[in-house]
């Protein structure tokens, strides 16, 4: 055996587990398995996870923060302008090395997969041609999903459409767009026609960034779910951001999730920017704007929690910490439950694990050896303290460490303690 993990708990619940593993994989589970190992890790009872994986981000924009300028309105409207201006500037090399540089924080913080959309309205297919040479790097170590994303509107910029299948013909995964972004609601719900057909013709996955509005007329996720529903694309098809709906008629929601459901579509929920993003038109109260989270997954609809942004032009915080975008979903959607909050960690580790199709995901046997070491007792307590990755391991090998989370407390009348274990 090459490694084996003793005592470690599991985010299903199992306390005492020991994890066996040998070439990059997983071979057995079990409490006190009787196995010698080249090397033993003790887990000493903290939570032993599968990597966190997340579903929704930009990583052609990530740590572009202040270039040229910063967001002043802080809207999603300057933003997509402001990338606007930024685009013409962008340099192969920088891209690489900016996307290298968020890799390089993922691991460390546990994130081995990341679905980002790449904006392919560029003529000049840089950002594409600069992601696909960063998804052969990370490759060994993070399985990077690209979606073609057509920022400005596939039926509002020109080549777009062209650009897209340009895209997808150099090794892009998955079919992106932005109904709420064409030029009208009719425009809308034919760019969902034309790029779900594109998909279902080339066999390939949608996912779209769908009513980012809190504009409650906003239904492309209706004709999404229909299309979906028409093509047979059955859970191959996802609906990011969603925000109109915080917004709808209760009445039309209460029709609106069967379909979804009916049709097999994915919801992601992007927390931290919906959050920041929404509202910015109301006075008082502010809505919240995030998509209804509870209410999805008690219809049976798969929901994840992306990241979205970071240090970019439409979110100047961030640091690919998938615990803090749970920990910040669990508050918007007021999901304090015992199984919510359990919810919430589902919803950065398997749930988006599914909605991107990887295979051998999970602790147990046969599974890859992708594996993350929380400073945590259980996913509540991982999401409370955003615990540190005490090991991070890919097909079987050590790819990160960190501490335990410890101070040196020095305080009158209270015991001498220098190694005070942080809020636990
Ligand atoms: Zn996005």
Redesign the pocket.
């Known amino acids: 055996m090459d490694v084996v993990i003793r005592n470690a708990n599991l985010a299903d619940g199992q306390q005492g587990v020991d994890v066996a593993i040998e070439q990059g994989r997983i071979v057995a589970v079990g409490p006190r398995l009787a196995v010698q190992a080249g090397r033993e890790v003790d887990a000493d009872g903290d939570l032993l996870s599968t990597p966190f994986v997340d579903a929704?981000?930009?990583m052609d924009a990530t740590l572009s923060y202040g270039l040229p300028r910063v967001n002043a309105s802080g809207t999603l409207l300057e933003g997509i302008a402001l990338w606007g201006e930024l685009k013409p500037h962008l340099t192969q090399q920088a891209l690489i090395e900016r996307a290298l540089q968020y890799c390089d924080w993922a691991v460390a913080r546990g994130l081995l997969a990341i679905r980002s959309?790449v904006d392919i309205c560029d003529d000049r297919l840089l950002a594409v041609e600069a992601l696909l040479e960063v998804k052969r790097r990370v490759a060994p170590y993070l399985d990077l999903q690209l979606v073609a994303f057509p920022q400005d509107g596939v039926l509002r910029a020109p080549n777009a459409l062209i650009n897209l299948k340009r895209a997808i013909g150099m090794g892009f995964d998955v079919v992106g767009g932005i109904p709420h972004f064409e030029r009208t609601m009719a425009d809308g719900a034919e760019s969902v026609r034309i790029l779900c057909e594109y998909a279902a013709d080339q066999g390939l996955m949608v996912d779209m960034?769908c009513d980012?509005s809190d504009d409650p007329m906003s239904r492309h996720i209706e004709t999404l779910a229909y299309q979906s529903n028409r093509l047979g694309l059955h859970g191959r098809v996802t609906g990011?951001?969603l925000t109109s709906m915080h917004s709808m008629d209760n009445y039309y929601v209460s029709k609106l999730l069967p379909l979804m459901r009916e049709a097999g579509v994915n919801a992601i929920a992007?927390p931290l920017?919906n959050i920041t993003l929404q509202g910015r038109h109301d006075s008082y109260p502010k809505r919240r704007g995030m998509t209804r989270v509870p209410e999805l997954l008690a219809a049976g609809i798969p929901v994840a929690f992306?990241h979205?942004?970071v240090m970019d032009p439409w979110y100047s915080l961030g640091s690919g910490d998938m615990l803090e975008v749970a920990h910040m979903g669990l508050h918007v959607a007021q999901m304090t439950g015992q199984e919510a909050m359990r919810d919430c960690f589902r919803a950065v580790t398997s749930t988006p694990a599914a909605i991107l199709g990887l295979q051998g995901y999970g602790v147990a046997p046969g599974c890859h050896a992708d594996l993350v070491l929380l400073d945590a007792a259980d996913p509540v307590e991982a999401i409370r303290l955003r615990a540190a990755r005490r090991m991070v391991m890919r097909r079987g090998k050590i790819i990160a460490e960190s501490p335990r989370a410890h101070a040196r407390l020095s305080l009158p009348g209270r015991p001498d303690s220098v190694n005070f274990r942080l809020n636990r």
């Open positions: 929704h981000f930009h959309h960034h980012e990011s951001h992007n920017i992306g979205d942004c």
